[in-house]
């Protein structure tokens, strides 16, 4: 049988963890530079953004410098603006 090390466990682990989460905070800051560009090309500020998302414009400021993730139900409000925006039907909420 195979002895297992566990500290040796425990370095994996953590290397792993740690790769994981480098690729969740550059996907954060990906999000981030989509969201603001959508809002550039609308020429909105800030609050009017968070106004048409129905949020407060702390949180859209938060997500825009990465300092906080967006939830999922922060992409369902951006993707209906999105649509309401381009004229398209959403059939899934």
């Not at 906080?68 to 381009?86: C, D, G, H, N, Q």
Request: proline share 2%.
């Amino acid at each position: 049988m195979k002895r297992i090390d566990p500290v040796k466990s425990v370095k994996d682990w953590y290397h792993g963890w740690w790769l994981f989460s480098a690729e969740l905070k550059q996907m954060q800051r990906d999000g981030a530079a989509v969201l603001l560009g959508i809002r550039k090309k609308d020429g909105l500020t800030q609050r009017q953004l968070a106004d048409a998302l129905g949020i407060d414009f702390t949180y859209l400021s938060k997500i825009e410098n990465s300092a906080t993730p967006m939830t999922v139900s922060f992409m369902k409000r951006l993707r209906k603006y999105i649509a309401e925006r381009e004229g398209e039907r959403i059939l899934i909420e």
